[in-house]
């Protein structure tokens, strides 16, 4: 089945800066629509950001505008999360997700239309 793995979490001072990134496996990855989710302790799981199929779209939550910057490489079957000036609110387990269907800016956001999820990797922004 689709395999979304996920890498690049770890402890980081606040200001600071981490790349995650997402392996996927058995699926046509330049078909999918990825984006990656955050969910802090207590919180309800919530959007960061998402790229379409080729890359000419991407989108991100008002949290981390201008602070992330996602990306993908479909020769590789993988899409990053670049994360600069980090917060200790940044502070969660972070998931990718993938979608066959292309979706606009505002159903990006919804969790539920990602047909498929890694088990999320933890970063953690001390202050």
């Known amino acids: 089945q689709v395999q979304l793995v996920e890498s690049g979490g770890g402890l980081v001072q606040a200001g600071g800066s981490l790349r995650l990134s997402c392996a996927a496996s058995?699926?046509?990855?330049?078909?999918?629509?990825m984006g990656w989710f955050r969910q802090g302790p207590g919180k309800e799981r919530e959007f960061v950001a998402a790229i379409s199929w080729n890359g000419g779209n991407t989108y991100y939550s008002d949290s981390v505008k201008g602070r992330f910057t996602i990306s993908r490489d479909n020769s590789k079957n993988t899409v990053d999360l670049q994360m600069n000036s980090l917060k200790p609110e940044d502070t969660a387990v972070y998931y990718c997700a993938a979608d066959p269907t292309y979706r606009d800016n505002f159903a990006s956001h919804n969790p539920s239309v990602y047909d498929y999820w890694g088990q999320g990797t933890q970063v953690t922004v001390s202050s």
């Open positions: 058995r699926l046509t990855f330049s078909r999918y629509f």
